[in-house]
């Protein structure tokens, strides 16, 4: 009886095996940096890439509002319930614990009843727009590794954008737009990530999936990290081999998944009707009870281990490497430029761990650099624009025993020596820089502030909107040139008195200022929509003028064919008083 449950238990655990074979635990965590092997030569330290395990990150984040006054509460205000908008006596008290909503409560515990959010002050300044910048910092560069997750307490919003930065804040870029009509708010197509393929994937997108009106089940917004990864790895991520191998090898895609900074844009608060009631204006605010932010350390795949400590997130570094990222060699350790580890051959991948300089074994004599001025070279051939140079391709150690050194800040490990000027040169600069020592950005790319040079994100994307702006560069602000009507740093908005269609485009009509006229109405400020009779760009012309076909039968105010000009301006103007003595029994 006891074998036979015995043999009944252990084949479920084959059949579990089995099934859980393809899971990412067969690939592996990278948890471990090093172990120790026996050799020939006896026990030895062997290297592994590695990396920090994945955690709620919204522990070690700070928190800011823009406008710092949009929290409700000073001075005191009440807003009506989400389950009857219409009955507004809740409360709003910043000096009373129980009726405050300050930031924090969008990340303490969940699970209580009733739950605790922020909240906004209401929409009271109505038409003024209601928005809100809520900027999640990290003052580290974090890993992304599944989805984010927006919970509102209020309905959700009807227009909203998920932006991202790379340089802590000083840049940002789009990661996903909101809106409950994707083509009006944004002037993009709807569309959601299942429409997305490998080839697209770093596609900014806009969805209305998430921007429904006042409903309770209808408060989650999700930026959705698992379905991206999973265009590579499959439907449940067991294919972790394939991800890990688009990850080790495109350097857009890690960059995607990677921030220093979030920022959720709240835009418009969900008003669930076409207009909104002016009325009711305390109907309508912002409120959210829950983010949550999973993810882990970036220490590029050389620490296991990310501390906390003065309110700062730092990797400890293995393989010999140092700075907050594990981004480059310690001193003495810099034998060949500084490379992040790399994920691949699968499970152990490569530590690419820093080795002992050369200046650290047999401290050689240092050699000073010759920098000539090219002006000052002779040319022999009038009619040769420049000197012929000869080139040598050599590896940085070749180079250095040319007394040349080959100083690419980590973005390549290949040199050419120019014998006539005297001095090297990088080439095949990677990470989107160039230059002698690639020590500039490629264009379309600018440089990071906040990283070193040899930083592997020292260069950011410009992100020019290609519909906005002159070309795809940007100065060394990151900041985009703009077509005319079009402003924005990254050329993505309009200048009053222009609308978006396939660009910035000077209004035609408005509400404001170009009125349509004879009761036309105005079309997404591009055109007019005339009655029957009407036409022109403002629907100031009568139709049957162009066709010449105007008469007093047409009933369209047309002055009678064939009345002279003359006859109608005397009629307009008064008579002289002479006339009016003679004009008979009335002029008596």
Same mark, same amino acid.
């Given at each position: 009886?006891?074998?036979s449950?015995f043999?009944?238990?252990?084949?479920?655990?084959?059949?579990?095996?089995?099934?859980?074979?393809?899971?990412?635990?067969?690939?592996?965590?990278?948890?471990?940096?090093?172990?120790?092997?026996?050799?020939?030569?006896?026990?030895?330290?062997?290297?592994?890439?590695?990396?920090?395990?994945?955690?709620?990150?919204?522990?070690?984040?700070?928190?800011?509002?823009d406008?710092?006054?949009?929290?409700?509460?000073?001075?005191?205000?009440?807003?009506?319930?989400?389950?009857?908008?219409?009955?507004?006596?809740?409360?709003?008290d910043?000096?009373?614990?129980?009726?405050?909503?300050?930031?924090?409560?969008?990340?303490?515990?969940?699970?209580?009843?009733?739950?605790?959010?922020?909240?906004? /002050?209401?929409w009271?300044?109505?038409?003024?727009?209601?928005?809100?910048?809520?900027?999640?910092?990290?003052?580290?560069?974090?890993?992304?590794?599944?989805?984010?997750?927006?919970?509102?307490?209020?309905?959700?919003?009807?227009?909203?954008?998920?932006?991202?930065?790379?340089?802590?804040?000083?840049?940002?870029?789009?990661?996903?737009?909101?809106?409950?009509?994707?083509l009006?708010?944004?002037?993009?197509?709807?569309?959601?990530?299942?429409?997305?393929?490998?080839?697209?994937?770093?596609?900014?997108?806009?969805?209305?999936?998430?921007?429904?009106?006042?409903?309770?089940?209808?408060?989650?917004?999700?930026?959705?990290i698992?379905?991206?990864?999973?265009?590579?790895?499959?439907?449940?991520?067991?294919?972790?081999?394939?991800?890990? #191998?688009?990850?080790?090898?495109?350097?857009?895609?890690?960059?995607?998944?990677?921030?220093?900074?979030?920022?959720?844009?709240?835009?418009?608060?969900?008003?669930?009707?076409?207009?909104?009631?002016?009325?009711?204006?305390?109907?309508?605010f912002?409120?959210?009870?829950?983010?949550?932010?999973?993810?882990?350390?970036?220490?590029?795949?050389?620490?296991?281990?990310?501390?906390?400590?003065?309110?700062?997130?730092?990797?400890?570094?293995?393989?010999?490497?140092?700075?907050?990222?594990?981004?480059?060699?310690?001193?003495?350790?810099?034998?060949?430029?500084?490379?992040?580890?790399?994920?691949?051959?699968?499970?152990?991948?490569?530590?690419?761990?820093?080795?002992?300089s050369?200046?650290?074994?047999?401290?050689?004599?240092?050699?000073?650099?010759?920098?000539?001025?090219?002006?000052?070279?002779?040319?022999?051939?009038?009619?040769?624009? /420049?000197?012929?140079?000869?080139?040598?391709?050599?590896?940085?150690?070749?180079?250095?025993?040319?007394k040349?050194?080959?100083?690419?800040?980590?973005?390549?490990?290949?040199?050419?020596?120019?014998?006539?000027?005297?001095?090297?040169?990088?080439?095949?600069?990677?990470?989107?820089?160039?230059?002698?020592?690639?020590?500039?950005?490629?264009?379309?790319?600018?440089?990071?502030?906040? /990283?070193?040079?040899?930083?592997?994100?020292?260069?950011?994307?410009?992100?020019?909107?290609?519909?906005g702006?002159?070309?795809?560069?940007?100065?060394?602000?990151?900041?985009?040139?703009?077509?005319?009507?079009?402003?924005?740093?990254?050329?993505?908005?309009?200048?009053?008195?222009?609308?978006?269609?396939?660009?910035?485009?000077?209004?035609?009509?408005?509400?404001?200022?170009?009125?349509?006229?004879? #009761? #036309?109405?105005?079309?997404?400020?591009?055109?007019?929509?005339?009655?029957?009779a009407?036409?022109?760009?403002?629907?100031?012309?009568?139709?049957?003028?162009?066709?010449?076909?105007?008469?007093?039968?047409?009933?369209? #105010?047309?002055?009678?064919?064939?009345?002279?000009?003359?006859?109608?301006?005397?009629?307009l103007?008064?008579?002289?008083?002479?006339?009016?003595?003679?004009?008979?029994?009335?002029?008596?």
């Amino acid at each position: 009886m006891y074998l036979s449950r015995f043999l009944s238990i252990h084949a479920l655990w084959v059949t579990v095996s089995s099934v859980m074979q393809p899971y990412p635990l067969v690939w592996g965590h990278y948890d471990v940096c090093k172990t120790q092997i026996y050799t020939e030569e006896g026990k030895v330290w062997d290297y592994m890439a590695c990396q920090p395990e994945s955690t709620d990150m919204t522990k070690y984040l700070k928190v800011k509002l823009d406008p710092p006054d949009i929290t409700c509460g000073d001075p005191p205000e009440t807003f009506c319930a989400m389950g009857n908008p219409y009955m507004c006596n809740n409360e709003c008290d910043a000096s009373t614990p129980e009726l405050a909503h300050p930031p924090e409560l969008m990340f303490d515990f969940e699970g209580r009843h009733p739950s605790t959010f922020w909240q906004s /002050a209401t929409w009271k300044e109505y038409p003024k727009p209601l928005q809100v910048n809520i900027t999640l910092s990290w003052s580290k560069t974090i890993e992304l590794t599944d989805n984010i997750v927006i919970t509102f307490e209020s309905g959700r919003p009807d227009q909203m954008i998920l932006e991202k930065s790379l340089d802590y804040g000083r840049t940002w870029q789009p990661y996903q737009y909101y809106a409950t009509d994707c083509l009006d708010a944004f002037h993009m197509d709807p569309k959601s990530v299942k429409d997305l393929s490998q080839h697209t994937v770093l596609e900014i997108i806009c969805t209305e999936e998430y921007s429904t009106g006042y409903m309770t089940n209808s408060k989650i917004i999700h930026f959705e990290i698992k379905d991206r990864f999973a265009f590579f790895a499959g439907p449940w991520l067991r294919n972790m081999a394939s991800l890990y #191998g688009q990850l080790d090898t495109t350097k857009k895609l890690r960059d995607f998944f990677t921030v220093t900074d979030l920022r959720i844009r709240l835009l418009r608060p969900a008003v669930g009707e076409i207009f909104v009631d002016e009325l009711h204006l305390a109907r309508y605010f912002y409120a959210i009870s829950d983010i949550k932010v999973h993810g882990r350390c970036k220490c590029n795949l050389h620490a296991t281990v990310c501390v906390y400590d003065n309110s700062k997130l730092t990797c400890e570094c293995e393989h010999n490497t140092t700075g907050p990222d594990c981004g480059k060699c310690k001193k003495n350790y810099q034998g060949r430029p500084w490379s992040p580890g790399s994920y691949l051959p699968i499970p152990k991948g490569t530590a690419n761990t820093c080795i002992p300089s050369i200046s650290s074994i047999g401290n050689p004599p240092k050699f000073n650099r010759i920098w000539p001025n090219i002006s000052s070279l002779e040319v022999s051939n009038p009619k040769q624009v /420049a000197p012929k140079l000869a080139l040598s391709t050599v590896s940085s150690v070749q180079v250095a025993n040319h007394k040349r050194d080959c100083e690419c800040f980590g973005h390549s490990n290949r040199c050419s020596y120019i014998d006539l000027l005297n001095t090297v040169i990088c080439v095949s600069c990677k990470h989107n820089t160039r230059g002698q020592h690639c020590e500039l950005c490629r264009l379309g790319y600018f440089r990071n502030a906040s /990283a070193q040079l040899d930083d592997e994100n020292v260069c950011i994307e410009c992100y020019c909107n290609p519909l906005g702006s002159v070309h795809d560069r940007c100065n060394g602000s990151g900041f985009c040139e703009c077509k005319t009507g079009t402003t924005g740093p990254k050329c993505d908005e309009c200048l009053p008195g222009n609308s978006w269609h396939y660009g910035c485009q000077p209004n035609v009509c408005d509400n404001e200022l170009l009125h349509c006229q004879n #009761g #036309g109405t105005c079309h997404n400020n591009v055109r007019c929509l005339c009655p029957a009779a009407y036409t022109g760009i403002l629907c100031e012309k009568l139709r049957c003028e162009e066709a010449g076909s105007c008469s007093s039968d047409s009933g369209q #105010g047309a002055p009678p064919r064939g009345c002279p000009a003359l006859l109608l301006l005397l009629l307009l103007l008064p008579l002289p008083p002479a006339l009016l003595g003679t004009a008979g029994p009335l002029g008596m």
